[in-house]
């Protein structure tokens, strides 16, 4: 237990940033129940989870605006997610934003969609940062209150914590990921 709290010391909102730059929903459920747990500051984890997944935005949304659309129409499985993006993108406009922040695995494509039609890239870091704190808040305060669950079931036991986490990760996996690799293996 010291030693994952030493971490969480030492590298936890390094690790907070990765994690929200390369993955997202998931990793934020897990740094709620860690703020509950205080192990980490929830105020530094909400500047650190949205300036990771902010700069992963950023890059797909230059991206998008550099080669944007070449890039997406490569092959069957982005070219199926730009039209469905597209779709969301022209008809709800900069509310898509908030939409796609939603959508479980539609991260990369809509915001290179966003580069590659021509929104203003002001105008998308604007909407795209308060998009960002909602979606931050609401994941956060989810695995703060998985935290408080673990906390009535377990006391003040931390070791049993830890497991709680380990179920909610898997099980998260299993409903969010999994289908999704099953889909992708059975099209390949």
Wanted: aromatic letters at 20%.
């Amino acid at each position: 237990m010291e030693s994952l709290e030493q971490f969480l010391q030492n590298y936890g909102y390094i690790a907070v940033f990765v994690g929200t730059f390369l993955e997202g929903e998931l990793f934020l459920l897990i740094v709620g129940f860690f703020i509950k747990l205080k192990l980490l500051n929830p105020y530094v984890s909400l500047v650190a989870a949205m300036a990771g997944a902010f700069l992963h935005e950023i890059i797909y949304f230059f991206v998008g605006k550099w080669k944007g659309r070449q890039v997406l129409l490569r092959n069957r499985h982005t070219r199926k997610e730009y039209r469905r993006a597209k779709k969301l993108l022209q008809k709800y406009g900069i509310l898509s934003i908030f939409i796609i922040r939603f959508l479980y695995g539609m991260r990369m494509i809509p915001m290179m969609l966003m580069g590659a039609t021509g929104f203003a890239a002001g105008k998308f870091i604007f909407f795209n940062l308060i998009s960002l704190f909602f979606w931050a808040i609401i994941y956060l305060s989810v695995g703060y209150f998985f935290g408080k669950a673990a906390e009535h079931f377990f006391g003040e036991a931390k070791e049993y914590y830890f497991i709680a986490v380990a179920v909610i990760v898997i099980f998260l996996f299993l409903v969010l990921v999994y289908p999704k690799i099953l889909d992708k293996i059975r099209k390949d």
